[in-house]
């Protein structure tokens, strides 16, 4: 047996349409789909993006994925010969006999002996072929729904992961925002800080100086006033007669 037939069924279906790959191509991201359903969703979209991760793609058209091409009709020929072999090999187990015909009434396959017995006596019959058609057809409705409920899951997957990304960004860019505001207020509160103590200390200069100037000013009379002092003090020392003389 090939390699292939150990790779299960659903590595090989589209992410899009949800059956096996149809004329597969591969995007520059890696991700495949077939042809038909990545021009669909162009299509629909109006936008070249890959419908999982939706990185841009080229705008050249998309080449054919050839291994995963081989491994999709090596897997559908594996599948297709291991089904006609089941079929050539389905024999009654009462009579050995190849099962070729359905009995529509009971619901089993039957040999040519079955359909002769009492059991199977007027019931309605049909080849095992057509019986699996029918069932196949059966089933579609319902296989048919269960797609498009998953298609719809996928889309609302799809859509979920695009908010919780707008989230995201957006959460990203308001705290750019707050901290580039903040940063704007911080280095304004500095300029600020440092103009204002800028001013003080001009302040506190020109103070500085009116004190200095008023304390020099104050030394100069108190040096005056003492030199007078000490002469009156001294002239007040002499004689009467010299005192006198000297005067006030």
């Known amino acids: 047996m090939e390699a292939t037939a150990l790779i299960p069924e659903i590595d090989l279906c589209c992410s899009v349409c949800f059956d096996i790959f149809k004329e597969p191509v591969v995007l520059k991201c890696s991700h495949s789909f077939c042809r038909v359903c990545l021009e669909k969703c162009w299509e629909e979209k109006s936008s070249r993006e890959c419908p999982i991760c939706r990185r841009e793609a080229s705008m050249e058209e998309p080449p054919i994925n050839l291994a995963l091409r081989s491994i999709v009709e090596s897997y559908l020929k594996q599948k297709t010969d291991r089904e006609t072999a089941h079929k050539s090999e389905a024999r009654c187990s009462l009579h050995g006999e190849k099962l070729l015909l359905f009995c529509k009434l009971d619901k089993e396959t039957l040999c040519l002996v079955c359909h002769t017995s009492k059991k199977h006596t007027n019931h309605p019959v049909c080849p095992v072929e057509e019986a699996v058609l029918d069932l ?40 750019r925002q707050i901290k580039a505001d903040f940063e704007k207020l911080h280095q304004f509160l500095r300029e600020e800080e440092e103009a204002r103590l800028a001013v003080l200390k001009e302040e506190g200069e020109v103070k500085s100086r009116i004190m200095e100037e008023k304390l020099a000013d104050i030394t100069r009379h108190i040096s005056t006033l003492t030199d007078k002092i000490t002469a009156t003090e001294k002239a007040m020392d002499t004689e009467d007669t010299s005192f006198l003389k000297v005067g006030p």
Do not use: D, G, W, Y
């Open 136 to 175: 196949k057809e059966e089933l579609k409705p319902a296989l048919n729904l269960i797609k498009e409920k998953l298609k719809i899951f996928t889309k609302n997957e799809r859509e979920c992961k695009k908010s919780a990304e707008h989230v995201r960004s957006q959460m990203q860019h308001t705290e």
